[in-house]
């Protein structure tokens, strides 16, 4: 199966400052990237996604990349605010609808 | 999270007990899934459904069974509860096609097995 690699694993940042994370697939079959912010005790929730035919994405100050042929995917957040601390999970489907595979998480850290 | 809704948020229970969790969506979408998250691991998808009475193993299936008799409700159970089945466990749904690719994720069931 797919396989999805995450890094870094934890980020700290200045408020105001970029964070880039990046993940990494296996599987050139997959077709399909989205993002998830996942804040404590809750569920995660979709920031952003992105499909293979397509290079760049973005959403006011969140981007996200793709590199087919590298395969890795990256979400850029610019300007970046307290609020913007949470969890965030890459993930990686063939067939949306079916199995996505996550990346094992990016914990990020915006200090005032 | 609007539209799905996980029931219990938590529960304690002992090792071998059955356990059944459930997840009700008022979306009306197609696709359900059960995934459970540890530290270090992410995200791994246990069970999904791909309509009423329509399931499909995921990665980590072993231990765990799932029924769907109506499109609003996706049971997991737990047929014997071990330790190593202490985790928090997501429902989440989408609608491929519909434009709701994305899944959409409940607020968690925290399990803990003594």
């Given at each position: 199966?797919?396989?999805?690699?995450?890094?870094?694993?934890t980020?700290s940042v200045q408020?105001g400052?970029?964070a880039?994370?990046?993940?990494?697939y296996s599987?050139?079959a997959?077709?399909?990237?989205?993002?998830?912010k996942?804040e404590?005790?809750?569920?995660p929730?979709l920031?952003?996604?992105?499909?293979?035919?397509?290079g760049e994405k973005?959403d006011?100050r969140?981007?996200?990349?793709?590199n087919?042929?590298?395969?890795h995917?990256s979400?850029?957040?610019?300007e970046?605010q307290p609020?913007?601390?949470?969890v965030?999970?890459?993930?990686?489907?063939?067939?949306?609808?079916n199995?996505f595979?996550?990346?094992?998480?990016?914990?990020?850290?915006?200090i005032? | 999270d609007?539209?799905?809704?996980q029931?219990?948020r938590?529960?304690?229970?002992?090792?071998?007990?059955p356990?059944?969790?459930?997840?009700?969506?008022?979306?009306?979408h197609?696709y359900?899934?059960w995934y459970r998250?540890?530290?270090?691991?992410?995200?791994?998808?246990?069970h999904?459904s791909?309509?009423?009475?329509?399931?499909d193993?995921?990665?980590v299936s072993d231990?765990?069974?799932?029924?769907?008799?109506?499109?609003?409700?996706?049971?997991?159970?737990?047929?014997?509860?071990?330790?190593s089945q202490?985790?928090?466990?997501?429902?989440?749904i989408?609608a491929?096609?519909?434009g709701?690719?994305?899944y959409?994720f409940?607020?968690g069931?925290?399990?803990?097995v003594?």
């Amino acid at each position: 199966g797919e396989n999805v690699e995450q890094h870094p694993s934890t980020l700290s940042v200045q408020e105001g400052d970029s964070a880039v994370i990046k993940c990494t697939y296996s599987d050139s079959a997959s077709n399909y990237f989205p993002w998830y912010k996942q804040e404590l005790g809750k569920g995660p929730q979709l920031i952003i996604d992105i499909r293979s035919n397509v290079g760049e994405k973005k959403d006011q100050r969140i981007a996200v990349t793709l590199n087919k042929t590298a395969k890795h995917f990256s979400l850029h957040i610019t300007e970046t605010q307290p609020e913007d601390s949470a969890v965030y999970f890459c993930a990686a489907s063939i067939n949306t609808g079916n199995q996505f595979y996550f990346g094992t998480g990016t914990s990020l850290t915006v200090i005032p | 999270d609007a539209g799905i809704t996980q029931s219990p948020r938590h529960k304690v229970t002992e090792t071998g007990t059955p356990v059944t969790l459930r997840c009700h969506q008022t979306e009306n979408h197609r696709y359900m899934y059960w995934y459970r998250q540890d530290p270090g691991h992410g995200l791994r998808l246990i069970h999904y459904s791909y309509g009423v009475k329509d399931t499909d193993k995921g990665e980590v299936s072993d231990g765990y069974s799932v029924s769907r008799s109506k499109t609003e409700d996706f049971l997991l159970t737990l047929e014997s509860a071990t330790s190593s089945q202490t985790s928090v466990y997501f429902c989440a749904i989408s609608a491929p096609g519909q434009g709701y690719e994305g899944y959409t994720f409940g607020s968690g069931t925290r399990l803990t097995v003594v």
